[in-house]
């Protein structure tokens, strides 16, 4: 009965910023971990971000430098992905995704995900 439930999808200048949202429900009590993931067109699948439900963040990729950041809002039931200078090659279907246990791994080991919402990021 666990579900995801992201944010409508958007177009938005390039330089410009934007948060995403993921509502959640039915998450038992217990280790587990929310994440973000994005796929362009005609690419694989990439992990963003990922909170634990203790607090601690963990980034995937290495290239975003600071321009993506994960928080939570835990007596709201939502997670957040906020973009600050978004770039065409932001592109993309984002994803909040959910897995049970401890620590942040790969798109493999997440059991639930959003539906998907497109961000378009052009002029």
């Known amino acids: 009965q666990l579900q995801l439930v992201e944010s409508a999808g958007t177009l938005v200048n390039p330089g410009g910023s934007l948060r995403r949202s993921c509502a959640y429900s039915?998450?038992?009590?217990?280790?587990?971990?929310l994440a973000w993931f994005r796929q362009a067109p005609g690419k694989e699948r990439e992990g963003l971000l990922c909170l634990t439900n203790s607090g601690v963040p963990t980034t995937y990729l290495d290239s975003l430098a600071g321009r993506f950041k994960i928080s939570g809002d835990n007596d709201k039931n939502m997670i957040y992905l906020q973009i600050t200078d978004l770039k065409p090659e932001d592109t993309a279907v984002y994803y909040c995704?959910?897995?049970?246990?401890?620590?942040?791994?790969?798109?493999?080991?997440?059991?639930?995900w959003g539906q998907g919402t497109q961000v378009t990021v052009s002029s």
């Open positions: 995704a959910f897995r049970s246990g401890f620590g942040c791994y790969g798109a493999y080991d997440y059991e639930v």
């Open positions: 039915g998450i038992s009590l217990g280790w587990y971990a």
